[in-house]
């Protein structure tokens, strides 16, 4: 028999967990040196480099156990400094929380999450003032499902502030699509939206062109290179052709 002692004690995909922990690391690229920056009885999510690289916003399940009983599987929106130390809570119990991202300045944080009233089925689209300390904004509304993390463990697809807009993937009566925001909600746009379904997204630094693993109702996953300020794409891979010609699709 197993003894439980946490909530979150299994999960799909990962299993029974036991008594380990995700964690932030800093790595050198030059001399693969590793240095852990979190510690505890806590697990570190979605890390996301400020600009200027001075910091690092992530999301935690660091929450006291009352808190927990009270509001299980909660979410800290959290910043601390790239070098490790004091770690600020920016906003706290959230449901489900990632990607993350910075603003050009760094000084103020987007990120999808079902929020802090909401539950897991619906995620929106939020920003927060880290100077202030303000409510956090929400971006998006019940017509989009910004797409988040899955499972605890998995990587978020990218979200990308740069300039005046926000990029992010979505969902939508049943496809995937890009999309984009005024950091003030006052506006949001379809970048693309074909009749497909995303496993993976990377977006450039600049926001002018994306990378999207998709697939149809007629193909497995391929890789398509999609130019956003032209609103062209190309598809770069056909791995599944030679077995589709011999395949009907089900």
Partial sequence: PKRVNRIYFRADGIGWRGDTHRQLFRVNVATSEARQLTRGDVDCYSPAPSPDGASIAFASNDRSAQRERRTPGKLELCVMPATGGRVQRIVRNLSGLGPITWSPDAKHLAYVSGGQEYAYAQ????????????????????????????????????????????????????????????????????????????????????????????????????????????????????????????????
């Fill in 123 to 250: 995620s929106y689209l939020w920003t927060v003032d880290l100077a202030d300390g303000a409510t956090p904004q929400q971006i998006t509304d019940d017509w989009l499902h910004p797409t988040s993390a899955g499972i605890p463990l998995a990587e978020p697809p990218p979200l990308r502030w740069t300039g005046r807009r926000i990029i992010f993937q979505a969902e939508r009566h049943g496809s995937t699509g890009l999309y984009s925001a005024t950091p003030s909600g006052s506006r949001v746009d379809a970048l693309r939206t074909p009749d497909e379904l995303g496993s993976a997204l990377s977006i450039t630094p600049d926001g002018s062109r994306a990378a999207v693993l998709a697939s149809t109702l007629t193909r497995p996953n391929e890789i398509t290179a999609v130019d956003l300020a032209a609103s062209e794409e190309r598809q770069l891979t056909d791995v599944s052709a030679p077995y589709l010609r011999d395949h009907k699709p089900g």
